[in-house]
């Protein structure tokens, strides 16, 4: 597809061209372009409004793998997995399905593969992903006094993996218009970039403005407003910010998305926890606001902040839903466990 048609539809987009968001690529490529807001004087995006312009250049992998079956789990079925071997007691006979094609592979599966005479898999290939931080401050190990070690980017890197997404950790690149845009160009082979320490008007974004369409430069969610969406080259970009915690929470609710919709494998719903909150949660009315919690004994405590510790040491998150103003002490609530790895 020429890439001025999926500016033009970009462009649209922003416009909030109901036709085009709901249509298929192809139909919205076909839309007029004309121009509308600059993303930043625009209000901010909300979530599944975001979710829904990020994801629609976001196709299967087509790409497969051969692969033994002892390093199949987690790997998406480009084929069904069909028996050799006929299982008794299973119903299942030579050349009958053991798994669908799209089917995810568990750590219990294989045992069931290797009892049918399964030995490899052709599956899809892992989406490959770019993680570029940024930051003048930044170090890679060793930081000197006026610098901090890399943690959002690196702490996404390990996130990523396990979401099933094949990983570039890059080393941190100051904020240099130069510097950024060959750290840019250089992984446009990639499916999906994301870059971490990056705020609306910093010289990344007019970077990312320049090679290709801003989507938009804020999300309405809370931690992490100023998480931004581009299109470079036909490619998804997020833009992350500096903070650890904001970072985290735009990587799961938009990164974790993404990778699935490229493996062509479902998105399974964090496991939850029911517990009665032992604080008022705050929220600004509409964004959609997270906060982690410690859970104890069928309690949720908010915890403050969501700084680096904070965020590691939450047993979970609590969602507010944009069109709420806050949840009550005393209120009954799901508690979502992020750190659930697949």
């Known amino acids: 597809m020429a890439e001025s048609n999926v500016t033009g539809w970009l462009k649209t987009a922003i416009r909030g061209d109901t036709a085009a968001t709901q249509g298929t690529f192809a139909t919205a490529a076909a839309s007029t372009g004309m121009a509308g807001p600059s993303p930043s004087d625009a209000e901010s995006l909300p979530l599944e409004t975001a979710r829904r312009r990020i994801g629609s250049v976001a196709a299967p992998i087509d790409r497969t793998d051969r692969i033994p079956l002892s390093v199949a789990v987690g790997r998406v079925l ?53 993680i570029l ?30 979401w099933g997404g094949k990983v570039t950790y890059r080393d941190p690149v100051a904020d240099d218009a130069p510097a950024l845009r060959m750290a840019v160009q250089r992984d446009l ?18 970077v990312v403005a320049d090679l290709g369409e801003i989507l938009t430069d804020t999300v309405a969610i809370d931690p992490g407003r100023q998480t931004g969406l581009a299109i470079v080259q036909n490619r998804p970009v997020v833009l992350l910010p500096e903070s650890t915690g904001a970072a985290r929470v735009g990587a799961v609710q938009l990164v974790r998305p993404l990778l699935k919709t ?81």
């Open 78 to 130: 480009a084929t069904p997995a069909t028996a050799n071997d006929p299982i008794e007691g299973a119903e299942i006979s030579v050349g009958d399905a053991v798994f669908e094609q799209g089917h995810q592979i568990r750590p219990g599966d294989v045992g069931l593969l290797r009892a049918a005479g399964v030995s490899e898999l052709l599956v899809r290939q892992r989406p490959q992903v770019g």
């Open 133 to 162: 931080p940024t930051g003048d401050e930044l170090a890679q190990r060793d930081a000197g006094e006026s610098q901090q070690v890399e943690t959002a980017g690196f702490t996404l890197a390990q996130y990523v993996d396990r």
């Open 189 to 206: 082979t990639r499916e999906l970039i994301v870059i971490t320490g990056t705020e609306p008007g910093d010289a990344l974004r007019d």
């Open 262 to 342: 490229f493996a062509h494998a479902p998105l399974p719903a964090h496991p939850e926890t029911r517990a009665t909150l032992t604080a008022h949660v705050d929220s600004q009315n509409g964004v959609r606001t997270f906060t982690p919690v410690a859970v104890s004994d069928g309690t949720a405590t908010p915890l403050p902040g969501v700084d680096l510790a904070t965020a590691t040491r939450a047993d979970g998150w609590v969602s507010v839903p944009a069109a709420e103003a806050g949840i009550d002490t005393g209120t009954t609530v799901t508690v979502e466990n992020w750190d659930y790895l697949p």
